[in-house]
């Protein structure tokens, strides 16, 4: 495969002299992307409770949608007739869509996978069978016109073990040809493959080893996040992104804890997505500096300070925990206005991170963040172990075991 003109350029920056942490710009058709970069993942076309101007506004310069969403509702063919997602939601800044894969995880028990593809039992209606191939997935996406398009890849609980590992690996990177082969826009449309092989180092090693082989623009790390020990977690992004090329874009999938956030740009990771800012924020929870609050807490019924002191989001600016929690979970608007923060919060932190690796004090912006995140607890092992992997020593920051 050969592109007439490249949908994606990768400028890095500035790369941190101690860690692999590094920051760069992520040229795509929509838009020009900075990373290291947190993507909230609008499922359907768009973040619950926010509109696009809202995102743009506090400087959101991509997102997520849900090629298995999209593709049952509105369909490839209204999204086709109306010139693509990023016209038929107003979006004028980039998108990422993901390939449907990932339901075979989620909705696992509705799923039948075989060579061919995955066949889905709807979760709404089981009279209705819902077939996505690697061909069917690119079909879609093509429709869709997100800037970056994932694979259809072979995804399996990641604490499963033995052949059935394996056999998604390699059939994720069979599937992997089979998108490449279906693509239609490859001149604005960028395709990444996806880094599988469970917990297996090998495994691991061995995936990337084929898919680099590959032309594309760029890779992501897949099949974590899903319950596996931290400890895992960790050593797998590590391995991953030792091995992925330096000059293109590593995507880590699902990971959206602020603590692992900043784990994983010190491991080299540029881009990552969860539903974790705006789920949480539906349950009543306002992330800080020191984790998350639950606003239905009546220790805020009196509180008249905002979510965050010096948050600059429009929520911290206007509105107090006290009114926040007269209001959580009851009325939409606290869904929305905890939503802001949130995403806010997500934002902030990774342009604090950016801005930290192009001064080359990274490192010191870490401790901080641990220090504040841990003030009442010790930061955990498999962190310290994480980041002592990348010369960033927690010891001194640390009460003493």
């Not at 917990?199 to 995936?207: F, S, Y």
């Amino acid at each position: 495969m050969s592109w007439k003109s490249s949908p994606l350029s990768f400028k890095i920056l500035k790369e941190c002299d101690v860690s692999k942490a590094r920051t760069s710009l992520l040229a795509l058709p929509h838009h020009t992307v900075e990373t290291p970069v947190f993507m909230p993942v609008g499922t359907k076309g768009s973040l619950k409770g926010l509109l696009p101007d809202q995102l743009e506004a506090m400087d959101c310069q991509i997102m997520l949608g849900n090629t298995y969403h999209l593709g049952t509702n509105p369909g490839p063919e209204l999204l086709e007739k109306a010139g693509g997602l990023h016209k038929f939601i107003g979006w004028e800044r980039a998108l990422l869509t993901d390939s449907g894969g990932f339901q075979m995880v989620s909705l696992l028990k509705f799923a039948e996978i075989v060579e061919e593809g995955v066949t889905f039992e709807s979760p709404y209606d089981s009279s209705k069978k819902i077939t996505l191939t690697p061909e069917e997935s690119i079909r879609i996406q093509n429709a869709i016109g997100a800037d970056i398009a994932m694979q259809l890849d072979d995804v399996v609980p990641v604490l499963t073990t033995g052949p059935r590992v394996e056999e998604a690996m390699n059939r994720t990177v069979r599937w992997l040809d089979r998108c490449l082969a279906a693509h239609k826009r490859p001149d604005d449309q960028n395709i990444f493959p996806i880094v599988q092989g469970g917990l297996n180092e090998d495994l691991r090693t061995q995936c990337v080893e084929h898919l680099t082989k590959r032309e594309v623009n760029g890779f992501a790390v897949g099949g974590l996040s899903g319950g596996e020990a931290k400890d895992d977690f960790w050593r797998v992004v590590n391995h991953c992104s030792d091995r992925l090329p330096t000059d293109k874009p590593r995507y880590c999938m699902g990971v959206g804890f602020a603590a692992d956030l900043v784990v994983c740009v010190a491991l080299g990771i540029d881009m990552f997505d969860c539903v974790y800012p705006t789920r949480t924020a539906r349950f009543g929870c306002g992330l800080v500096d020191t984790g998350q609050i639950n606003l239905k807490h009546k220790k805020y019924a009196f509180d008249f300070t905002p979510i965050q002191d010096d948050c600059g989001c429009s929520t911290c600016k206007r509105y107090t925990k006290a009114y926040l929690h007269t209001i959580v979970t009851q009325e939409t608007v606290a869904c929305h206005l905890i939503t802001v923060h949130n995403i806010f919060y997500q934002l902030r932190l990774m342009r604090n991170m950016r801005e930290a690796i192009k001064e080359q004090r990274f490192p010191e912006f870490v401790k901080d963040f641990m220090a504040k995140m841990f003030a009442s607890s010790e930061v955990p092992k498999w962190i310290r172990d994480a980041l002592r992997a990348v010369n960033i020593p927690l010891e001194d920051t640390q009460s003493p075991e």
